[in-house]
Each structure stands twice: as structure tokens, then as C-alpha cells.
């Protein structure tokens, strides 16, 4: 019987997960390293790569009018990035690396072609297109509809549901500071800090650096309401990569501007020797 994870072709059975990684080696999309706060893509580039992540963490995010910025989503190993940019000529937002992370830029003209575009391949990316529309409406109503402190309990479950398997039990490593807390769910720094503080004297969290302990877990989610997102679990993550998954992660290696932060150059990622749309 084929699973969630498997598409039934002929008179067997193709993994996802194989698919994924057979597509990427025929199209020969190598992944490519990005040291920490780099910007990967600027806002109004031409879109020209649709991003998976191996490891690391990155943001997509947005600068306001009066010079604010807006976090829209938290890309985690196996997701994707630049979904929003298909079909439109100019990107609507920016990429920035939050860690030192390892990305495979797939070429939207690969993207969208029938060649790559296969029945597995189609599944795993609705299954990453589906997921991230669900975070980004319980985004939405949690920031224009919740008070602060609210939001900062939301955000907090939010965070432990998608860390999955790097949250130990009630604990979790947050990639974001205090500020960039802030930009994603709309609070300044000083908000952030003192609801912060305030649920750990409550004792509903116990902070540890950049680690977050939720001591009363049922209790916040009753307090918001909160539902569980009920992800499954990320298929590209739990097979054992082959070798050419990660050996060549740090060929395409791009440095950290010295002072602001400016957009990597495309040549490094159109050296590759991948698909050209013809």
C-alpha cells in the first residue's frame, strides 16, 4: 500500500524523498553554503531560484514604508523558499540567512518544467506550499486579532511545533533574538522583553540563554486557544542522506559583508551547471 510519502508509478512505488534527491542531482543543483545574516535574495530582485533547505535556519522579510522591518516566515531544514516569487518579476521579499546555512537553488525555469516537475516531486512541494500557508494564516490572526502578551504565548507554541524533533520535550532553542521576535509578530524589542519576563516570573517559561523551557505547555495553549499545527513529520530529514546530498555544500562558499548587508551575487549560484530552460 503506498504512503504519504510515496507515489505510485507504474507497478511500484517512488519515494518522495528519492525523487526529491534524483531530480536535484539530474538538474545538477549542488548545494550551495551562506555564512550568517547574509541576505540571499533582496526585495525586488528578479526571481530567479527556488531555495530547499538543507540545514541552517533563514527568513523571508519585508522593509516598510517608514523603514521597519516585517519577519514573514522562519525557514527550517527541508523547507522551501521563494514560493511567492513564481510567475512575478520582481521578488516581493527579502532572504536572509539566520544561521550559517546550506540552501539548493533550484532554477525556477527547472521548477517549472514537466521534466522536474514530476507527480513525487509535485506532492513533496504541495505538501511545503500547504504547510507554510498554514503558518502564515495563523500568522495573520494572531497578529491582528491577539494582544501582545497573547501573541508572544503564541508565537512561543508556534515555534516548539515547528522545531519538532530539535525541541527536547518542553524545550527549545529559539533562532530569533528579542528584536527579531519583535518583527515577526509586530512588537518592539521592549515589548517582546517585558512579556518575556513577565510569563517567567509567572513561571509559565523558564529562559536559559537562547534556549526557552515551556513549564505550563497545556496551560498557554489553553489560554490562547491554541491548536497544534499536526505537521508530519519532514520526509527529506529522516532518510540517510547519500553523499552527494552534502559533499559539495561549501564549494560555492559566499562571505558576510563587512558592515550592511547586501545581496549575494547571482554568478556564484549561475556557475552551476544546471538546467537553462531550453
Known amino acids: 500500500m503506498s504512503t504519504g510519502t510515496e507515489i505510485k508509478k507504474g507497478d511500484g512505488h517512488v519515494s518522495v524523498t528519492s525523487a526529491v534527491r534524483a531530480a536535484l542531482q539530474s538538474f545538477k543543483v549542488r548545494p550551495v553554503y551562506f555564512e550568517k545574516d547574509l541576505d540571499i535574495q533582496h526585495e525586488g530582485d528578479k526571481p530567479g531560484y527556488v531555495y530547499l533547505v538543507q540545514s541552517g535556519w533563514m527568513y523571508s522579510y519585508a522593509l516598510l514604508a517608514n523603514g521597519q522591518r516585517q519577519i514573514l516566515f522562519l525557514h527550517q531544514p527541508g523547507d522551501m523558499a521563494g514560493f511567492a516569487d513564481m510567475g512575478g518579476h520582481h521578488s516581493i521579499c527579502a532572504l536572509r540567512s539566520l544561521s550559517d546555512c546550506v540552501l539548493h537553488p533550484i532554477p525556477m525555469a527547472a521548477f ?103 513549564r505550563r505547555r497545556a496551560e498557554l495553549q489553553r489560554m490562547i486557544s491554541y491548536e497544534p499545527l499536526g505537521f508530519p513529520s519532514d520526509i527529506l530529514l529522516h532518510d540517510t542522506p547519500p553523499a552527494n546530498w552534502a559533499d559539495s555544500s561549501r564549494q560555492h562558499s559566499c562571505t558576510k559583508p563587512a558592515a550592511v548587508s547586501r545581496s549575494v551575487p547571482l554568478m556564484k549560484m549561475d556557475e552551476q551547471d544546471g538546467w537553462d530552460g531550453n
Open 112 to 214: 517549472t518544467s514537466p521534466q522536474f516537475l514530476t507527480p513525487a516531486i509535485a506532492t513533496f512541494f504541495l505538501h511545503k506550499a500547504g504547510e507554510m500557508q498554514s503558518v502564515l494564516i495563523r500568522t495573520l490572526m494572531a497578529v491582528g486579532r491577539m494582544g501582545a502578551r497573547d501573541r508572544i504565548i503564541w508565537l512561543l507554541l508556534m515555534l516548539h511545533d515547528r522545531l519538532g524533533d530539535s525541541a527536547q520535550g518542553d524545550e527549545m532553542r529559539l533562532p530569533f533574538n528579542q528584536s527579531e521576535l519583535g518583527d515577526l509578530i509586530g512588537l518592539t524589542n521592549v515589548s517582546v522583553s517585558k512579556y518575556m519576563t513577565q510569563l517567567s516570573t509567572e513561571g509559565f517559561i523558564e529562559r536559559k540563554g537562547q534556549r526557552i523551557v515551556l
